[in-house]
Each structure stands twice: as structure tokens, then as C-alpha cells.
């Protein structure tokens, strides 16, 4: 009894000591692999695929009206009741938002607010920076989320950024994605 615990314990160890091997080799392949680091956010940036769901952005129509009929439709399906939509008739009979307001400190970027519209007017973008530290800075009214940039034709890569201290324009890329949507991320 004694001889089979013996050789199973010696099998035991020896499994512990294969495992502990398979890590420090990992470990060290990973000392002459290429740095993935990147240098964030002054000489590079993370531009994300298209389908990543960051800052909403309204989108106009082809004769630059604002696409929403404020049918208040995201609103009633946003599970954390972050959009505010208040409807007006314009001079030519057509429902538009007077007031359309989306609360981003609220909002769990769920996308279910760019799945219900029936007028794709409202769509998540791939805008990721837009922190504060007012949560007032992040109640995001019509005029800006019409300002915001769409999404852009590439994504999924890291891009060369480098920061700009200069007025309106803090962040700009040195290569073209899509368009510079950079431009829009931070503001004096
Ligand atoms: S993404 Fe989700 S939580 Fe955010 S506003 Fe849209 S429905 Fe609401
Ligand atoms: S964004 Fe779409 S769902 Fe929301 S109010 Fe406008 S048209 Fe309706």
C-alpha cells in the first residue's frame, strides 16, 4: 500500500514540476518577443473595428436634416433610462427632436438604442475617450451628438497619434483612417 502512495506521490510531483516548467519557458519566450506596448496616448493610439460601441453619434440624411423623428422609441427601450428625447414639429410637418440628450455616465453602451430606431439615425461609434470629472460634462445634448464623428472605414489597428496642445485641436493622427476623428475627442 505504502509502495503504490510512494509512486503516485513521485507521479504528482514530477506533473507539478513538467507545469512549472511550461510556465518559465512561456515566461521566457516572452522575454525575446516583440513589445506589444503602446505608447498611449502621445505617439499612438487604439483605433477600434467598426462594430466596437463607444460615443453614440445622430446622423443626418442626405440634405443634412437630422435624420430622428423623435419617435422616442431608444428612450423607452434603453434599460437604464439614459436618453431624454422631447419631439417638436418643424415648418414642414416633420417630427424632429427639440431636445434629445443621452446621460453617458448612465448609459451601459448595450447598443439597444441604435438597434431600435427605425430611422438609423442613432448609432454607437468608435469614440472611446470622453471621460470627466463632471459627470455634467457627460450629459450629451442633439447639437454634439450631431458633431460627432461617425464610424470610421478602418478599425482593429493601432494608429500614430500624437498630442497637439494647440486650441480645438488637442489630438491629431499622422496617417488617414476613414477621416481624422480624432480631432473630435478632446476640447479646451
Ligand atoms: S447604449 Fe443602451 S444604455 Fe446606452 S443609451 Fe443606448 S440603450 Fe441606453
Ligand atoms: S434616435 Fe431613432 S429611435 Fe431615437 S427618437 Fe430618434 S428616430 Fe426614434
Not at 510531483?13 to 503602446?38: P, R
Not at 483605433?47 to 453614440?56: A, D, E, F, V
Not at 443634412?64 to 422609441?73: M, N, S
Request: charged share 25%; with cysteine; aromatic share 12%.
Amino acid at each position: 500500500m505504502s509502495r503504490v502512495t510512494d509512486s503516485s506521490g513521485k507521479w504528482i510531483g514530477w506533473a507539478f514540476f513538467a507545469d512549472l516548467g511550461n510556465a518559465l519557458a512561456l515566461t521566457f519566450s516572452y522575454m525575446f518577443s516583440k513589445s506589444v506596448t503602446m505608447q498611449y496616448p502621445d505617439k499612438e493610439k487604439w483605433l477600434p473595428y467598426s462594430r466596437y460601441r463607444g460615443h453614440h453619434f445622430l446622423k443626418r440624411d442626405e440634405e443634412g436634416e437630422i435624420k430622428c423623428v423623435a419617435c422616442e422609441l431608444c428612450a423607452r427601450i434603453c434599460p437604464c433610462y439614459c436618453i431624454e428625447v422631447v419631439p417638436y414639429e418643424d415648418e414642414k410637418g416633420n417630427r424632429r427632436p427639440a431636445k434629445f440628450e443621452i446621460d453617458m455616465a448612465r448609459c451601459l453602451f448595450c447598443g439597444l438604442c441604435e438597434d431600435a430606431c427605425p430611422a438609423d439615425a442613432i448609432a454607437l461609434g468608435q469614440q472611446y475617450e470622453f471621460s470627466s470629472f463632471s459627470s455634467h460634462d457627460l450629459v450629451v445634448g442633439r447639437d454634439d451628438l450631431l458633431a460627432k464623428p461617425g464610424k470610421a472605414n478602418a478599425g482593429g489597428a493601432v494608429v500614430s497619434a500624437c498630442l497637439n496642445t494647440q486650441e480645438n485641436v488637442l489630438v491629431k493622427t499622422s496617417k488617414q483612417q476613414g477621416y481624422n476623428w480624432w480631432r473630435n475627442i478632446r476640447r479646451t
